[in-house]
């Protein structure tokens, strides 16, 4: 139970957290990701300034410390669905019910929990910060995008910059 400082100093220290966290602690890297997957799931477009985001501060770290106290856990969740518009995001603290996929998570690990339309629920979980996940997560989309593009026989690509500095200053 370190104080939140503390616990955000740690995570640095360990290279969970940018030496500026404030993309993560706002919310912001988790709504341009959530941006990202609408865009490949269903080809809709989420301005960000439409996505409800909720900042970890002191009060949520000392709500999902309270939590833990009584055996729940607390995280700070990005849910995705598919609407009649196009798609909704959600940036949101739940406290997790026992047995939830995410309540077994441990250290800093990313996890989707994908609920298909036939009932079907994926879970898929990885590591989720620091230099050699963030690294071979970069190596394996260059690899994916190459299989893909092979087997569409597409000759070029054309990359954008989702978050250059530019789009978002």
């Known amino acids: 139970g370190a104080d939140f400082d503390t616990a955000l100093r740690n995570a640095r220290e360990l290279g969970y957290a940018e030496a500026d966290p404030s993309r993560d602690l706002t919310g912001l890297d988790a709504a341009e990701k959530a941006v990202l997957i609408a865009r490949a799931a269903w080809n809709t477009e989420i301005p960000l300034e439409e996505i409800s985001r909720r900042t970890l501060d002191k009060d949520l770290y000392d709500a999902a410390r309270l939590a833990a106290s009584a055996g729940r856990r607390l995280c ?6 598919r609407t009649s518009d196009g798609a909704a995001v959600s940036i949101a603290p739940v406290v997790l019910p026992p047995g939830h996929p995410f309540d077994r998570l441990t250290g800093p690990r990313n996890a989707f929990l994908i609920q298909r339309t036939d009932g079907v629920r994926l879970h898929l979980a990885a ?3 620091g230099r050699w996940p963030t690294s071979l997560s970069v190596v394996a989309d260059l690899v994916d995008l190459a299989r893909e ?8 690509v054309t990359m954008i910059p989702a978050f250059s500095s530019e789009a978002h200053p």
Do not use: F
């Not at 700070?76 to 669905?81: A, G, R, S």
């Not at 593009?149 to 070029?156: C, D, I, N, Q, S």
């Open 149 to 156: 593009l092979r087997h569409a026989g597409t000759p070029t």
């Open 76 to 81: 700070l969740v990005t849910k995705v669905e």
């Open 127 to 129: 590591d989720g910060a």
